[in-house]
């Protein structure tokens, strides 16, 4: 065990964690941020995407201590003063969500890559997000929630 | 069911609404679906509705929340009981300002008289008080025809909560003194330990070593500690020799019980009918054991107050599961409550309480509370399967298309949708129960799928060999005005009779009648490089009687539809001599955003039907209407599910 510093959603954080612990285990059982989901623990799901420095990744094969300082953005962080962002806004427009367990990691992998990718085409969007899985099969609405997100973002 | 409306529904003072309900949310939506019949009903606001779900210390009793039940059975319970608390509402307004009751109205919370203009809130009539007053055995229901509220796309009713990540699920529960436990498991199925040395995980500070017989299990303050305990373990196990998917088809076959056997259902003759039969075709269709692999895994949180026991628990029966625990511990069912968090999904692979037995038997030795949270490999492994199977199927044809023998055997799968709803005159359709080399159980519409695949791909065929075109071939022997309807539906939005085949380009049609829904499924396959099949367009017509929430049945519908193409195209649970050689999402493939066609969904809407469910009927149409579109472009016609594990088989002659 030892005291790592994180930079998570603007606040530090220090926590006492395992040198080898996942900083999805770190912020969910250490930090209560349970809003980011275990889904399989090796990368495939996507369920544990967080932003690191603003660039998504899964936070189960990412070590806490490698990325002590960095900005860490989780689902908790998006929402400000009660507003919601708008790839959040997008997902409750378009109810892309059943069971709602992937939701954090897809909005947050949508984030991701409509910050690097402000006009995504379909294909783009299926590309980007095939490392995210929702079992309840609602992909062709979360396609849209994307779409719209970056519809919403360009009008802003 | 419970008879007094309150046990059912609550108005407090400040004319809050609570439900009360066994059914529990797990993605398809009921926790709106239910608030929206009893707003409708009741003639309050959805937003001041609060479900109360699956929580065995408040809610009836109820058996659990599968087949497709809810909307058919508790849908009606809760209407009933809202209409009837409207009715006992309007009364007591009636005494209190001496009026007749049918001057009176209810709306939006409020009885007023529209005369002296008198109006108050249900809450500040009834001031919290219970509701005492048995459902009317004929309540005032408002005719489906008049709803305003259920039949509407009401947005899901806590969207928001799950958008935030604010939402808890099992896994995310804690509470301040709680351990995180893991469990050691065996090497593989039906394994005995041979020896076991726990001393470097006592070792670990804070760690905590639970073995009683063959369960042996950890806790630790932290996750990360737990699973360090645990790697610490040393263990052996002593496996037996167990099948393989190699021998699965014929172990089955081989496997019979026949002590559980069902008696076969059997109209007129068809051997003798075979005998006189223009076309005759013999076809053995097979499926594997697949996996529910719902996103979320198998959790749950359990705390002792003395000799009761609190569990927090993603499952589909809370009251199952309450009894499990009552019995593994033996204590009256009384001492535990189960409490069900929505749910991050089960599809048919939740019913049972494993995790919740584990994280009790932690907590009990630890003395303090547990989390237990199954990993991805534990959930593949330890969880069961949606059962493998063989179906033979034997079937005659004149000429002129009509069927005349129809023999279907199904080994292992299951019985739910065995039957055919076309016209044969001579049928012999039996299940035979088999002794499952792994363990498995309820998997979204049962046997359904299966036995649509295999019955639908043999239609297909049986067209083919009486050269009709497959959707008239149906038509003409069936009767049934609603499975036409949707056939009909689906296949003129499909564009049905203008498809135009082609060696890369596929077109199938399929479909059935179970649990109460029609449905009628459309597929268009594109074949790439000769080898990679890919799904481009579904039309799926499904008709469940009236709609109560359309923008979530088109949600579930789709996810029905995106579902099934796992099991059509790729999903397979492989294992050898007990062991799941496939335990993880890089070795089990599941449907992902580039498996996902273009998907069109036709809602029949039939508001003169009772309404039904339409959480597993949506899926049994896709595999074998995607089959026929793959033999229409390929002339391959593949009979094992799933159908392209590694890509199209080459050409049989």
């Known amino acids: 065990m030892a005291p790592i510093v994180l930079l998570v959603n603007g606040t530090e954080r220090r926590v006492e964690a395992a040198s080898d612990e996942s900083l999805l285990s770190v912020l969910r059982d250490r930090l209560q941020m349970t809003g980011t989901k275990y889904g399989c623990g090796e990368g495939q799901c996507g369920a544990c995407t967080v932003l690191i420095d603003g660039r998504p990744v899964r936070s189960c094969l990412t070590l806490a201590s490698q990325v002590a300082g960095r900005k860490i953005t989780t689902i908790e962080g998006l929402e400000h003063d009660g507003k919601l962002h708008p790839v959040q806004e997008a997902f409750l427009h378009e109810e892309a969500f059943q069971c709602g367990y992937c939701t954090s990691g897809m909005i947050m992998s949508t984030v991701g890559f409509l910050a690097s990718t402000p006009k995504p085409t379909e294909d783009e969007i299926k590309r980007h997000m095939d490392g995210n899985i929702c079992r309840c099969g609602t992909y062709p609405r979360i396609v849209q929630a994307v779409a719209r997100a970056a519809e919403m973002a360009r009008k802003e | 069911m419970p008879k007094d409306i309150a046990a059912w529904i609550h108005i407090s003072e400040n004319n809050a609404v609570t439900v009360f309900t066994g059914k529990v949310e797990m993605g398809q939506n009921i926790r709106t679906s239910l608030a929206q019949q009893v707003a409708e009903e009741l003639h309050v606001p959805v937003a001041s509705i609060a479900m109360i779900m699956g929580d065995t210390d408040r809610t009836p009793w109820d058996a659990g929340t599968f087949g497709s039940r809810t909307t058919p059975t508790m849908g009606p319970q809760l209407r009933a009981a809202a209409a009837s608390a409207r009715d006992l509402l309007v009364a007591t307004a009636a005494q209190q300002w001496k009026v007749s009751p049918t001057a009176l109205s209810a709306a939006d919370g409020r009885i007023t008289d529209s005369k002296s203009r008198q109006s108050i809130t249900y809450g500040q009539l009834m001031h919290g008080q219970q509701l005492v007053k048995l459902i009317e055995s004929a309540p005032p229901l408002t005719p489906v025809v008049d709803w305003k509220i259920a039949g509407t796309p009401v947005p899901k009713v806590d969207g928001r909560a799950f958008v935030t990540g604010r939402h808890k699920y099992s896994a995310d529960l804690s509470h301040p003194d709680m351990l995180f436990g893991k469990v050691l498991r065996p090497s593989g199925f039906k394994a005995t330990l041979t020896s076991l040395d726990t001393k470097a995980a006592e070792s670990i500070p804070g760690v905590i070593v639970v073995h009683d017989g063959d369960f042996v299990a950890v806790a630790a303050a932290d996750s990360a500690t737990a699973e360090r305990a645990l790697r610490a373990i040393k263990a052996k196990w002593s496996v037996p020799p167990q099948p393989s998917n190699a021998d699965l088809f014929s172990y089955l076959k081989d496997h019979v019980t026949a002590s559980r056997r069902d008696e076969p259902h059997i109209v007129g003759s068809v051997d003798r009918a075979l005998s006189d039969a223009d076309v005759k075709l013999s076809q053995t269709y097979t499926v594997q054991y697949i996996a529910h692999a719902p996103l979320e895994p198998r959790a749950a949180l359990a705390e002792w107050q003395g000799d009761k026991l609190t569990v927090y628990t993603g499952t589909q029966r809370p009251f199952a599961v309450r009894d499990e625990l009552a019995d593994a511990f033996h204590i009256s069912s009384d001492k535990v409550r189960v409490l069900v968090p929505d749910t991050g999904s089960a599809y048919g692979g939740k019913h049972t309480g494993d995790a919740a037995v584990e994280a009790a038997r932690i907590a009990k030795a630890a003395g303090k509370p547990v989390k237990l949270v199954w990993t991805r490999e534990e959930e593949f492994t330890w969880a069961y399967f949606r059962p493998a199977g063989v179906i033979d199927i034997r079937s005659g044809a004149h000429k002129d298309g009509t069927i005349v023998a129809w023999e279907f055997h199904n080994y292992n799968s299951g019985p739910a949708g065995i039957g055919t709803p076309y016209n044969v005159a001579n049928q012999k359709i039996e299940f035979h129960p088999v002794d499952s080399p792994l363990r498995q159980g309820s998997y979204r519409s049962l046997a359904a799928a299966a036995n649509h695949f295999a ?139 580039a498996d996902a066609p273009e998907i069109e969904i036709i809602l029949m809407d039939r508001r003169d039907k009772p309404p039904m469910g339409a959480g597993e009927t949506p899926l049994i149409g896709l595999a074998p209407a995607v089959g026929n579109a793959i033999f229409s472009a390929t002339g391959i016609r593949l009979r094992s599910l799933p159908m392209v594990p590694n890509g199209l088989p080459s050409k049989r002659a």
């Open chain 2, 455 to 593: 019955r639908e791909s043999h239609m297909d065929e049986l067209a083919h060999a009486v050269a009709m075109d497959s959707l008239d071939f149906r038509l003409k022997n069936l009767d049934d005005d609603r499975l036409r309807a949707v056939f009909q539906a689906a296949a003129d939005k499909f564009g049905w009779r203008n498809r135009k085949p082609s060696a890369t380009r596929g077109f199938g049609i399929a479909g059935g009648f179970e649990k109460g829904g029609y449905v009628a499924t459309c597929a268009e396959v594109e074949i790439v490089g000769g080898q990679n099949v890919h799904i481009r367009r579904v039309v799926e017509a499904f008709d469940c009687g009236p709609v109560i929430n359309p923008n979530g049945l088109r949600n579930q519908i789709m996810g029905g539809i995106v579902q099934g193409i796992g099991g059509a195209l790729f999903e397979a649970i492989r294992f050898s001599n007990g062991r799941i050689l496939n335990p993880y999402f890089s070795e089990y493939r599941v449907p992902r955003f």
